[in-house]
């Protein structure tokens, strides 16, 4: 995933008070929807905060959708999904280094771990799917295959619970 650093200003602006004194670093990742991803460092550790993007911040109906994603997830608990650790102004998630599964198949890899991400990802989804969550917008740049040891990664859940069906 390519970065872009962020000016001081420009956090200032995008992620307002993102609790400054508990993160560092902050690297914007680039996104077509309605919201922000930025990288960032908390107690020497590397997070990924999700929040609205300015233009959004001001309907209470995509608030609220951001914090039921963060109450949804909040305890889902498998290896292939990336974990939800708190919410305040944004979402915090952990961060997974690596590629997009877009990227990782243009890559040209061998059947066998192809074969292997495919039943990480549905294993992932079996579970996730055990506890009532639907992710709504499963594709190839919503999965992440870590650089360490080829594993997919389940992210950005833009969710509905079985009861919203």
């Known amino acids: 995933m390519a970065d872009n650093k962020l000016s001081e200003n420009n956090i200032s602006t995008q992620v307002e008070t993102i609790e400054k004194v508990a993160y560092s670093f902050y ?6 929807g309605i919201f922000l991803f930025i990288k960032a460092v908390k ?24 914090k039921k994603e ?9 290896p292939n999904v990336v974990r939800y650790n708190r919410l305040g102004i944004c979402i915090e998630l952990e961060y997974v280094e690596g590629m997009t599964l877009k990227s990782y198949l243009l ?32 594709n190839t740049s919503n999965i992440i295959i870590a650089k360490q040891g080829n594993i ?14």
Not at 49 to 64: G, M, Q, S, V
Not at 70 to 78: P, Y
Not at 110 to 136: C, F, P, T
């Open 27 to 32: 690297h914007n990742f680039p996104s077509k």
């Open 43 to 66: 107690d020497d550790k590397t997070v990924v905060l999700k929040t609205l993007k300015a233009e959004y911040r001001d309907r209470i109906a995509l608030r609220n959708a951001l």
């Open 70 to 78: 963060f109450k949804t997830c909040m305890n889902l608990s498998h």
């Open 107 to 138: 890559e040209g890899h061998i059947d066998d771990d192809k074969i292997a991400l495919v039943n990480q990802i549905a294993s992932a989804l079996q579970y996730v799917h055990s506890q009532g969550v639907i992710h709504r917008n499963l």
């Open 152 to 165: 997919a990664k389940i992210t950005d859940f833009g969710v509905l619970t079985v009861e919203e069906l």
